[in-house]
């Protein structure tokens, strides 16, 4: 979302010592029930015919339930996140975004029938709509004011969630995808220091992911709602950092690991799921640290789903920010370069270091990247940030990058970044008139060529962590309780077998290479505490404690108790499987195969892993007095007999 001051401007006055803004009010806890479809206006669904439902991920790409490529063009209809600026009176539209009230509802509803803004968007080419809400608004009880939908009477006298609810039945009935986002905590403009700063600023994360469950239940059984963006832009508030991977109650990594496994266990399943990176840390003053991390820290610490086809990364580029500049001008604004500043080349390599880098195939960090907020406004005059605007959407043509535009909706003579705008007489203006001079750089973008059709499935490599507990990502093994009481327990995704480890740090990784689902049918597994399935003259690791797999069985978990190995966790083949396997030592030294398959699971630490042709039948560790107890070897043996 294109604002920044007020986060400068308070992070900047922190450093003086000023105090923090109040928060809006808190939101009242009854919800009322979902309108009914059937009252809503009836669209064309010639559009919906194009795709089938639900979405998953196959590498670098998203695709239907076909298989086929499905890219997010997508735009933001925001609004229902709020828009009051934090300051004056919240009646006053003056004291809102652009001097636009959006009543906690999407914008444009007070101008035009919701059949004329969706045949609108339609015709901008889009396919999908990023849906920003905030947390206020699924609790809020009052009824939006007959003037907030002045164009749609039909909505008269509904709160703003069921408001919501009529929006996102309109667009999947004419053939859109729909991306839930959370944009806020309270109904506050992002993004600055309001209250909004992190997941859980001005809530408990578990008020948080209790509000995520109910969100994804409640569109559950429309198949068009085919994701959910946890956050936006998570960032510093006054005193504290977010990070990624602490282990703390500022861990934005463990939190969306927390709400994705929620959310694909307890409401939808089919749901993708969308994890923005960092968006600011430190203050914004020359000579203190200050970074724009976006999704840096994915190469050594990514996340793994309990569905290893659902996970979806996503960053914001704007063109007056930059790799470490917030965006501020005058107070605050340091010395580091805007993306704008950039030459072409340079802004590429910035676009692939903190973001793109995530699609590279064979890692354990791939995924798709959407691009889920860029723009720029149509009054725009400056020939550094028209240049930008030209370069990004080329470079998003060029890799054939998923995208959605900020903002899709505004009121003419307001908010003149919007896509459409719309007068008080519901006339339309914006990027489709011949006028806008962002016409020609998005008709670029909306008919470069684009990959399409049927996506051929890649292998998928997927990281272990038990850095702060269980890591137990197998709905199959989960429903074999606590296999190693007191222990941190890691475990594969279903459909996925370990086939490396690291000496320290107790991490691990996860492949379905070359075999496939490898694990027979049911639940059974075997927990491997001793040397009893070490056969007789069998020893792959001489003075060793060995936790070998029975035979025909294989490595899909690891449990440790500080830095000693604990257990193995075994499931038994649907093929017959080799049976004499080489050790693999790692206490020493790196010992991976050439291609490093799966890229550096583990960094910093010595790490172990398998050929692609093989699978991990054993671990073996060393209680030495003087030794670590991590794993130093693994039995690789060939998947075929």
């Given at each position: 979302?294109?604002t920044?001051?007020?986060i400068v401007k ?13 928060t809006a009010?808190?939101a009242?806890?009854?919800?009322p ?15 919906a015919d ?5 979405l998953?991920t196959q590498g ?9 490529r499905?890219r997010?063009k997508?735009?933001?209809w ?6 009051w ?11 809102h975004h652009?001097g ?9 509803l007070?101008?035009?029938p919701l059949?004329?803004l969706l045949?609108d968007?339609?015709?901008?080419g ?23 939908v ?5 909505l008269?006298g509904?709160?703003p969630?069921?408001?919501?609810d009529a929006v ?5 009935q ?5 991306i839930?986002n ?15 700063e ?5 809530q408990?994360t578990?008020?948080w992911t ?5 969100m994804?239940?409640?569109?559950a059984?429309d198949?068009?709602?085919?994701g959910?963006d946890l956050?936006n832009e ?10 990624w ?5 500022h ?5 969306a690991?927390?709400a ?8 939808n399943?089919?749901l993708?799921i969308?994890?923005?990176g960092?968006?600011?840390?430190g203050v ?8 724009r ?7 050594t ?9 659902k996970?979806v990364?996503?960053?914001h580029f704007y ?6 500049h ?5 107070i605050g604004?340091t010395h580091d370069?805007r993306?704008?500043?950039l030459?072409?080349?340079?802004l590429y390599q910035v676009l692939?270091?903190?973001a793109?880098f995530?699609?590279?195939?064979g890692?354990?960090?791939t995924?798709?990247?959407w ?6 406004g149509?009054?725009?005059t400056?020939?550094?940030?028209r240049?930008?605007f030209g370069?990004?959407t080329?470079y998003?043509a ?10 899709l909706?505004?009121?003419e003579?307001?908010?003149?970044w919007?896509?459409l705008?719309?007068?008080t007489a ?10 806008d001079?962002?016409g020609?750089?998005w008709s ?13 499935p890649?292998?998928v490599?997927?990281?272990l962590?038990?850095?702060h507990?269980d890591?137990?990502?197998?709905l199959r093994?989960?429903t074999g309780?606590?296999w190693?009481?007191g222990a941190y ?11 490396g480890?690291?000496h ?11 075999a496939?689902?490898l ?7 075997t927990?491997?505490t ?10 792959w690791a001489?003075g060793?404690t060995?936790l ?7 490595l899909?978990?690891?449990s ?5 190995l604990?257990a193995?966790?075994?499931a ?7 049976a004499?396997g080489r050790?693999?030592?790692?206490d ?8 490093m398959?799966?890229?550096?699971f ?8 398998c050929?692609?042709d093989?699978?991990a039948a054993g ?5 030495r007095?003087?030794s ?8 690789c043996?060939?998947l075929?007999?």
């Open positions: 979302m294109p920044i001051s007020r308070y992070l900047t006055s922190a450093v003086a010592g000023f105090a923090l803004l109040t009010p808190t009242v806890a009854a919800v029930e979902p309108v009914a479809a059937k009252t809503l206006p009836q669209a064309t669904t010639s559009a194009t795709w089938q439902p639900p998953s670098r790409y998203i695709v239907d339930a076909r298989g086929n499905f997010l997508s735009a933001n925001d609004g229902a996140q709020g828009s600026t934090g300051s004056g009176s919240i009646t006053d539209p003056a004291n652009a636009q009230d959006s009543y906690g509802i999407p914008l444009g007070d101008r035009a059949p004329a045949a968007f339609h015709e901008l889009i396919n999908s709509i990023r849906l920003p809400f905030s947390n206020e608004m699924i609790h809020a009880t009052a009824p939006v004011p007959d003037v907030a002045a164009a749609n009477p039909q008269r509904r709160t969630l069921q408001i919501y996102v039945a309109a667009l999947t004419d053939g859109f995808a729909v839930l959370n944009h806020t905590n309270t109904s506050r403009w992002c993004c600055g220091i309001d209250g909004n992190r997941w859980n600023s001005s408990s578990q008020q209790d509000d995520w469950v109910f994804a239940r409640r569109y059984t198949s068009r709602v085919v959910a956050y998570v960032r510093r508030d006054v005193l504290d950092d977010p990070n991977g602490m282990g703390d109650g861990d934005w990594y463990a939190a690991q927390q994705a496994d929620r959310i694909l266990t307890e409401a399943p089919n993708l969308v994890i923005e960092i968006n600011w840390t914004p003053v020359d000579g203190l640290p200050h970074d991390p976006t999704l840096t820290p994915v190469r610490l990514s996340h793994t789903l309990v569905d290893a086809h996970l990364y996503s960053a063109g007056y920010t930059g790799p470490r917030s965006g501020a001008t005058g604004e370069a993306y704008q500043d030459t072409r080349d340079q692939a270091d903190q793109f995530v699609t590279t195939e890692q354990h960090y995924a798709p990247v691009i889920s907020e860029f723009g720029i149509a009054n725009e400056g020939t550094a940030a240049t930008w370069n990004i080329d998003f060029d890799h054939d990058a998923d995208f959605a535009y900020w903002p909706v505004g009121w003579g307001h908010d003149d919007a896509l705008r719309y007068d519901g006339r339309r203006y914006g990027i489709l008139d011949q006028g001079w962002r020609t750089a670029h973008l909306m008919t470069s060529p684009t990959r399409t059709g049927s996506i051929t890649v292998p490599w997927r990281m962590t038990t850095d507990g890591y137990v990502q197998s093994v989960r309780g606590d190693d009481s327990k890691a475990a594969c995704p279903d459909g996925l077998r370990l086939i480890l690291s320290t740090s107790g991490r691990g990784l996860c492949t379905d290479t070359t496939g689902d694990r027979g049918a049911g639940n059974t597994q927990v491997v001793d040397e009893r399935h070490v056969p007789a003259g069998g020893d001489s060793y060995k070998q797999c029975p035979a025909g069985q294989f899909i978990g690891y440790r108790r500080g830095d000693r604990s193995a966790l075994c038994p083949s649907r093929t017959p499987l080799g004499t050790t693999v030592w790692f020493r030294s790196d010992n991976r195969p050439a291609d398959a799966g890229d550096d583990a960094y910093g630490a010595y790490k172990g892993q050929s692609a093989e699978y671990i073996a560790f060393t209680t007095v003087g670590s107890a991590g794993p130093a070897a693994l039995l043996t060939p075929k007999p």
